[in-house]
């Protein structure tokens, strides 16, 4: 299982989603499950800037070792 954030894509560090790529070119593992939701807006208490929040999900993949 793994969780992963596409805060990286969003905030322009990298275009690469790594599990994707393992996925298409690695072959080591095959994709049993994939769930997507959307991240809660930040706190208003918070003094970071978090304008990207909106952009935001978290994915849970559940892998299996072919």
Request: glycine share 4%; no cysteine; charged share 25%.
């Amino acid at each position: 299982m793994l969780l992963f954030s596409n805060l990286a894509q969003i905030t322009n560090v990298t275009t690469v989603h790594p599990i994707e790529k393992e996925l298409t070119e690695g072959g080591r593992f095959q994709l049993e499950h994939f769930f997507k939701k959307s991240v809660k807006l930040a706190s208003s208490k918070t003094k970071r800037d978090q304008h990207w929040r909106a952009l935001e999900e978290v994915e849970l993949w559940v892998l299996t070792h072919k």
